[in-house]
């Protein structure tokens, strides 16, 4: 499966934006991964086959997941976005169920996208 994510960009604190990744086929295991400066990169949420999404804690209440069947995308909507959040965002996939033990196991994703920049300033 090929992932091709678009939507980021540069943004005031405070402000939002909406990560898209649009998926050549249907994976059962649609995942948002982030790399911010000095970090490993992080799951932050992903969406499922059966719509189950999941976020993380340190992001939950400002960002939400959602996921277009349909149109084989996953959506990663940001808002009240900090400077902490700036960094490369990651779109990954797997054909099975999201792998979680108490954080988005990122070793078990085969696949995944070239990454968009998000950068936020003060």
């Known amino acids: 499966v090929q992932l091709v994510e678009s939507g980021g960009g540069s943004v005031q604190a405070g402000g939002s934006l909406r990560l898209s990744c649009a998926a050549s086929?249907?994976?059962?295991?649609l995942a948002w991964f982030r790399q911010t400066q000095g970090m490993e990169r992080e799951g932050v949420g992903t969406?499922?086959?059966?719509?189950?999404?999941t976020v993380v804690n340190s992001v939950k209440g400002r960002f939400t997941i959602s996921r277009d069947k349909a149109k084989n995308t996953l959506y990663l909507q940001m808002d009240n976005l900090e400077p902490e959040d700036t960094g490369m965002y990651f779109c990954?996939?797997?054909?099975?169920?999201?792998?979680?033990?108490?954080?988005?196991?990122?070793?078990?994703?085969?696949?995944w996208g070239q990454g968009t920049q998000v950068t936020v300033y003060t």
């Open positions: 990954a996939a797997r054909f099975a169920p999201c792998p979680w033990d108490g954080a988005f196991i990122r070793s078990a994703f085969a696949f």
């Open positions: 086929s249907d994976p059962y295991c």
């Open positions: 969406g499922e086959g059966d719509g189950t999404t």
